[in-house]
């Protein structure tokens, strides 16, 4: 390659040289960490978030790689942990109120930060700064090598739920948790009577909505068109609102400099939580980013494309080396991972394995593929197929897992493009047997469940639900633009 890993990495993060450990550190055992962060699992907890599905998702996914990071800081003679990048959606109260620039109408602000910090105090305290929340506890906290011989004290269970006038709800269209609190109280509903109850208002929410599905799609087709986008995307289920507004804003940038978006030919555009490239070779533009630094990211480009020539060749040796096994990245399965941090993986896994000899058969396990999770210890096998390994499991054990679970990994991997096929073939007949107007679903709901939804869907027969959008999820939901969210696994009468 021209351009080596190392050096890729220090024009991206510009910090590794210039970074001086402190001279003396405390240490700081894993309850009181628990206890140092209370104020932020209350902020972020994914509970607080019933309501807001999206959210609660990054939550959850954020929530799983920091407890992975903090695990791999307490591990005694472990390698330096690879930095982190984290979204979460913070809850405000009454006691701490942000500009209106980072705030949302909803109640929470979302905060993204990276932890590259050597040891538990240092990660702990960083967190809490990130999302302005308070640090003066820490000194309270028993700190150092000595170790307390009392057992620590169960967290005491927290609610702290935040009110709003129903005028909030009636304005911003966001469900009221004291309505849906007496709902749950009075039992779930069945499917008819919740879409009998509800169509007509998806109904004018939709009508009302058509201006602005115009807009998108034209402003859309006109970026494509003019700058030669493969496509554009996003990364959250946000509103028509949110998503016309930020084609807009792109749309302005490139009035006011359209050289900046030359660099974008042939690319897709994601907007994103943050800027940057994503592991699957895409653009991501931070929805809470200003134009400055848009047009910073595409000075880069080169940077980034140089850094996903060097991701494919870490793949291509990896595969080589792992008798036929491809490497990939599915940003369903968990939260967007910057390339930087994708290629460091690589790299990690890619050292690791050129430690031992490994004796597998160039094509051995071909058509099989694996995903590499930091957050994890030990190698695992998803019920899709796909293995998810730690980067720096050890190549002995790594092989003997591989060898014994292929025959399973390849049932599993059959199996799951069977239920995909039968899935948007049944998504289809429900389709036209209900004249839905469309058809989606969670990408939480697996295919198995969505299978039986739709079959259920289309035995039940409900001439309500005809030229509805249905979105299946896991809850009752008319959302902002006029699509019926129903769970998967709704009741019906006498069920």
């Known amino acids: 390659m021209v351009m080596s890993l190392n050096f890729l990495l220090r024009c991206t993060i510009r910090l590794t040289k210039n970074y001086v450990a402190p001279v003396q550190q405390r240490a700081l055992s894993g309850a009181d960490a628990v206890n140092a962060l209370r104020p932020f699992y209350f902020a972020v907890h994914p509970d607080f978030f019933a309501q807001y599905p999206k959210e609660r998702e990054v ?245 980034y494309r140089s850094l996903q020539q060097q991701t494919d060749w870490l793949k291509e040796r990896i595969s080589l080396l792992l008798g036929g096994v491809q490497v990939k990245h599915l940003e369903r399965f968990g939260p967007v991972q910057p390339i930087i941090e994708h290629c460091s993986n690589l790299s990690m896994f890619h050292k690791t394995l050129m430690t031992h000899q490994l004796y597998l058969h160039p094509r051995s396990l071909q058509g099989l593929s694996v995903l590499l999770d930091n957050s994890q210890s030990h190698p695992s096998l998803h019920d899709m197929g796909h293995f998810i390994m730690p980067p720096s499991f050890g190549p002995p054990k790594l092989q003997l897992f591989l060898q014994r679970h292929a025959q399973e990994a390849r049932r599993r991997t059959q199996r799951q493009s069977l239920l995909q096929a039968e899935e948007e073939a049944v998504m289809k007949l429900c389709v036209q047997g209900l004249s839905l107007k469309s058809l989606s679903k969670d990408p939480s709901i697996a295919s198995g469940d969505m299978i039986l939804c739709c079959r259920r869907l289309t035995e039940q027969q409900l001439p309500q639900m005809q030229g509805l959008h249905i979105s299946v999820s896991r809850f009752y939901s008319v959302m902002q633009d006029g699509e019926l969210c129903i769970p998967w696994d709704w009741k019906e009468a006498g069920g």
Request: glycine share 6%; charged share 25%; proline share 5%.
């Open 59 to 303: 939550n959850e996914d954020s929530l799983k790689r920091l407890n992975g990071y903090l695990e791999h800081l307490q591990k005694p003679g472990s390698p330096s942990a690879q930095p982190v990048n984290l979204t979460f959606y913070v809850r405000e109260t009454k006691d701490h109120v942000t500009d209106a620039g980072s705030g949302l109408s909803s109640g929470f602000r979302t905060v993204s930060f990276t932890l590259h910090t050597k040891d538990v105090l240092s990660t702990v305290t960083n967190i809490l700064k990130s999302c302005s929340l308070p640090v003066e506890h820490m000194s309270r906290l028993k700190t150092g090598p000595e170790k307390s011989g009392r057992t620590p004290e169960p967290a005491v269970p927290f609610y702290r739920p935040i009110k709003w006038d129903k005028s909030y709800y009636a304005f911003t269209g966001f469900r009221d948790p004291e309505e849906d609190l007496q709902q749950a109280t009075r039992g779930e509903p069945t499917l008819s009577s919740w879409v009998r109850d509800n169509e007509a208002e998806a109904t004018e929410r939709y009508n009302t909505s058509l201006p602005r599905r115009e807009d998108l799609s034209r402003l859309k087709k006109e970026l494509c068109h003019d700058f030669d986008l493969a496509d554009i995307r996003w990364q959250r289920s946000w509103g028509l609102a949110h998503r016309c507004s930020q084609l807009q804003s792109l749309s302005r940038l490139a009035q006011q400099n359209p050289e900046a978006l030359i660099h974008l030919q042939g690319h897709t555009v994601v907007f994103a939580d943050q800027s940057g490239m994503n592991a699957s070779g895409h653009f991501m533009l931070g929805t809470m980013d200003v134009h400055h630094q848009w047009t910073k990211l595409f000075q880069q480009l080169s940077v």
